[in-house]
């Protein structure tokens, strides 16, 4: 709790994080901490790199998904993550981001299995790959996407 977090149960998504303390838009709210660099890319996996997996310790790997999510990913001078506050965050809000913010695809969730309950919801979770470019130039305008997901966009021809 004195990080202004912890974990609890969610109504329809199992465990998710929440705020213990309001977060103004900008503050950082969690940090990645790398456990362990992965051979290749799983369920539970972070992207990096264009290549690069790692899993995360600690409740960043907690944090659940949402089509309009209320925190952004920002990369670190360390190559790590960091979940940046995208607007105000109240006390005993759920702390979410868009994990297309950091995986270029995702593979490891069925097509339809999307429960933020966003009145935007895309229905699916996606990477940047797929993300609708409207979201991706809103994304990009708040400063929230990691360069190597820009740098693959450009090398596939996005």
Same mark, same amino acid.
């Given at each position: 709790? /004195?990080?202004?977090? /912890?974990?609890?149960?969610? =109504?329809?998504?199992?465990?998710?994080?929440?705020?213990?303390?309001?977060?103004?838009?900008? $503050?950082?709210?969690?940090?990645?901490?790398?456990?362990?660099?992965? $051979?290749?890319?799983? @369920?539970?996996?972070? !992207?990096?790199? $264009?290549?690069?997996?790692?899993?995360?310790?600690?409740?960043?790997?907690?944090?659940?998904? @949402?089509?309009?999510?209320?925190?952004?990913?920002? &990369?670190?001078?360390?190559?790590?993550?960091?979940?940046? =506050?995208?607007? #105000?965050?109240?006390? #005993? $809000? /759920?702390?979410?981001? #868009?994990?297309?913010?950091?995986?270029?695809?995702?593979?490891?969730?069925?097509?339809?299995?999307?429960?933020?309950?966003? &009145? !935007?919801?895309?229905?699916?979770?996606?990477?940047?790959?797929?993300?609708?470019?409207?979201?991706? !130039? &809103?994304?990009?305008?708040?400063?929230?996407?990691?360069?190597?997901?820009?740098?693959?966009?450009?090398?596939?021809?996005?």
């Amino acid at each position: 709790m /004195e990080n202004g977090y /912890e974990l609890r149960k969610t =109504a329809t998504k199992g465990e998710g994080i929440f705020a213990t303390k309001p977060f103004k838009a900008g $503050e950082t709210v969690l940090v990645g901490m790398i456990e362990k660099v992965l $051979e290749k890319n799983d @369920s539970h996996a972070t !992207q990096i790199g $264009e290549d690069t997996y790692v899993r995360y310790a600690g409740l960043i790997i907690k944090t659940n998904h @949402s089509c309009s999510p209320n925190c952004g990913v920002k &990369e670190n001078k360390a190559g790590v993550h960091a979940l940046v =506050a995208m607007k #105000d965050i109240s006390i #005993d $809000e /759920e702390i979410t981001f #868009d994990y297309a913010m950091r995986n270029y695809t995702i593979a490891f969730f069925p097509d339809d299995n999307c429960t933020c309950g966003s &009145e !935007q919801c895309r229905g699916k979770i996606s990477g940047w790959k797929d993300l609708p470019e409207e979201k991706k !130039q &809103e994304y990009k305008g708040k400063g929230f996407v990691v360069p190597y997901l820009l740098e693959l966009d450009n090398k596939l021809g996005f």
